[in-house]
T-cell receptor, first 118, second 113 residues
């Protein structure tokens, strides 16, 4: 299994530019999560999807951030316009939520995208 | 608001020592607690704990949950330099189904040769 795949691995951009981060979850997983990690705030949940439907986006910092999951094998996190304070490592994670009360909370993380906004 | 607090924030020990890392939590509807190890890349899963008092073990690592004290510990015996990492504790949000995780700030563990 290839695990969670993220691209790009590194992104350096200038303030005001649009940034799109991509994620392919583990095949068969039905839940996908976007996290952001900084030294100051640690790992923070931004948004997550169950069966391609956004469930909770309360962690999305501002309207400049948006996320989509058009199908079970692909998700994007977009920042438009980007700002220097968006610089962080962005992780995507996936898990399998089993129905009928059989929940697994174990999430598997991708390698992350290190974003630097100048 | 759900909260996860880890201690210590950093720890430096010598190879061969035993370490104990702590995690305490406040969550409305507790379901599980997870431990992750993060080296230079992504967090990798170690343990998921759901029942109080039952130790989970993997090699030199073990973990146990105390629901009465709202806490968990992660033990590493006979530490090696490869154990140097940030150890993260997390609990799922209080909703149903698969939920996002609330993470602690982590314990930065450094093992000196």
């Amino acid at each position: 299994d290839a695990g969670v795949i993220q691209s790009p691995r590194h992104e350096v951009t200038e303030m005001g530019q649009e940034v799109t981060l991509r994620c392919k979850p583990i095949s068969g997983h039905n839940s996908l999560f976007w996290y952001r990690q900084t030294m100051m705030r640690g790992l923070e949940l931004l948004i997550y999807f169950n069966n391609n439907v956004p469930i909770d986006d309360s962690g999305m910092p501002e309207d400049r951030f948006s996320a989509k999951m058009p199908n079970a094998s692909f998700s994007t996190l977009k920042i438009q316009p980007s700002e220097p304070r968006d610089s962080a490592v962005y992780f995507c994670a996936s898990s399998l939520a089993i129905g009928a009360g059989g929940i697994t909370d174990t999430q598997y993380f991708g390698p992350g995208t290190r974003l630097t906004v100048l | 608001e759900d909260k996860v607090v880890q201690s210590p924030l950093s720890l430096v020990v010598h190879e061969g020592d035993t370490v104990t890392l702590n995690c305490s939590y406040e969550v409305t509807n507790f379901r599980s607690l997870l431990w992750y190890k993060q080296e230079k890349k992504a967090p990798t899963f170690l343990f998921m704990l759901t029942s109080s008092g039952i130790e989970k073990k993997s090699g030199r690592l073990s973990s146990i949950l105390d629901k009465k004290e709202l806490s968990s510990i992660l033990n590493i015996t006979a530490t090696q330099t490869g154990d140097s990492a940030i150890y993260l504790c997390a609990v799922p949000y209080s909703g149903g189904g698969a939920d996002g995780l609330t993470f602690g700030k982590g314990t930065h563990l450094i093992i000196q040769p």
